[in-house]
């Protein structure tokens, strides 16, 4: 699939999301992109502003199998990955898969479970597969955990281990809608919820030749080069006690491809990768605790890494 056709599908997505999340188009455009990266992605924000809507607005318009997994205290690994039952009439183990088996998958409130069963979510994001019984069983392609998590409710949760975090590829906060695009939401649900009416715009195929065809878009060794001083300098922050890992690095490349793409590219800009940046690699960042104390976070630090590190120039396209 060529750039050009790639973005005109894509926009049709767009089209057809935003009919559900109305005045978020930078959000929206962010979670394709994450999509078409072979990523997953994390939105960590207050409730009500339509972290659950986006990810059932996605899967519609996509025509993808969607699963939603409401993650509870008393959730177990084998409620998602799935489990071996013996059936009696055949006198043989078989496989009843979980929900975490479709192509996109919402983790609800997934703060709210204990570390192991958030354990279960590991392999099947990284690896694409579960093992049940010491049998690997591949996961739908595409495949895309949205997870969500409400950011001021601390009571009953557990928070996300380095190794989960790591996993996702970007990190959002969708915000409160301004004044205009609230009342278009209202008159917008006045006898109907507009994600319901959201009907596929693109088929399987045509989303896998896009994900094929973002890999191939160009970056040049200046770009990459970037992106290694970017993540390079999170290492050596003084406010830091962990940077961003290798991985960080991989999702920042190929996001920023999908970004290039969406706007119609087949090479990647600065502006991609300083775009992407806060929300690809925020996440990865562990402020020490006497810096947090003094306000210091995470968005702070990719902000001065950002305006510490030189921008290259004269690309090759």
């Known amino acids: 699939m060529e750039i050009p056709e790639l973005s005109q599908k894509a926009q049709r997505i767009l089209d057809a999301v935003e009919t559900a999340i109305v005045g978020k188009q930078e959000v929206v455009e962010l979670a394709l992109a994450v999509l078409l990266s072979n990523g997953h992605l994390l939105i960590e ?114 928070p996300l281990p380095e190794a989960q975090l790591d996993r996702f590829a970007a990190r959002i906060t969708i915000g409160y809608p301004d004044r205009d695009a609230e009342k278009r939401i209202l008159n917008s649900q006045l006898h109907m919820r507009p994600v319901d009416s959201i009907a596929p715009v693109v088929e399987l195929s045509e989303i896998q030749a896009m994900q094929a065809a973002v890999r191939n878009v160009h970056v040049d060794e200046s770009i990459q080069g970037y992106i290694l001083d970017l993540v390079g300098a999170t290492r050596h922050l003084p406010a830091l006690a962990l940077g961003v890992s290798p991985r960080g690095s991989l999702h920042l490349l190929y996001a920023s491809q999908a970004h290039a793409a969406l706007q119609g590219r087949n090479f990647v800009k600065p502006d991609d990768v300083k775009t992407l940046a806060p929300a690809i690699l925020g996440h990865r960042m562990i402020v020490r605790p006497e810096q947090r104390i003094r306000g210091v976070t995470s968005a702070v630090c990719v902000q001065e890494t950002l305006e510490r590190t030189p921008v290259p120039v004269g690309l090759k396209v």
């Open 45 to 158: 924000d207050i409730p009500g502003v339509g972290k659950t809507t986006l990810a059932k607005a996605l899967a519609n318009a996509l025509g993808l199998s969607f699963k939603r997994i409401q993650f509870t205290p008393d959730l177990l690994p084998s409620d998602i990955t799935g489990s071996s039952i013996y059936n009696q009439k055949t006198g043989d183990f078989e496989i009843r898969p979980g929900p975490i088996f479709a192509n996109i998958v919402l983790a609800d409130e997934i703060n709210r479970t204990t570390p192991k069963t958030q354990a279960a979510l590991l392999e099947c994001m990284e690896e694409r597969q579960v093992t049940i019984d010491g049998l690997a069983h591949a996961l739908p392609n595409p495949f895309f955990v949205i997870a969500t998590q409400n950011n001021i409710e601390l009571s009953g949760t557990y």
